[in-house]
């Protein structure tokens, strides 16, 4: 059974940092770990995605301030946010895709909430 998990979402104070945590289990040939982003009205983006060989990608809007790091061991995914934001408020989504078929799968998100 295939189990996407998330943790570490919560408040945090503009210029504040939080720690977001993933952890995949159930899927043979794991490939791409990311993290997507979600405001309602708007489509889900790319916050930022890691490959098995430990390349990054990130979306435009990170500017330096987040980092994706990765535990293949586990295997895990972790996004350390730092200097946050107003506009990072968000339901943030672990994304885990299967290296052969390119099936992708989901966790059930995390809040973000960045408020003074």
């Known amino acids: 059974q295939v189990q996407v998990v998330e943790s570490g979402g919560g408040l945090a104070q503009p210029g504040g940092s939080l720690r977001l945590s993933c952890t995949a289990s159930g899927i043979s040939n794991l490939n791409v770990m990311g993290w997507y982003r979600q405001v309602p009205g708007k489509q889900r983006e790319l916050v930022a995605g890691?490959?098995?060989?430990?390349?990054?990608k990130y979306g435009d809007f990170v500017k330096g301030r987040f980092t994706i790091s990765r535990d293949n061991a586990r295997p895990a995914a972790y996004l350390q946010m730092n200097n946050l934001e107003v506009e990072d408020t968000a339901v943030y989504y672990c994304?885990?895709?299967?290296?052969?078929?390119?099936?992708?799968?989901w966790g059930q998100g995390t809040q973000v909430t960045v408020s003074s």
């Open positions: 994304n885990a895709v299967e290296y052969y078929k390119g099936t992708s799968y």
């Open positions: 890691t490959s098995t060989d430990g390349s990054a």
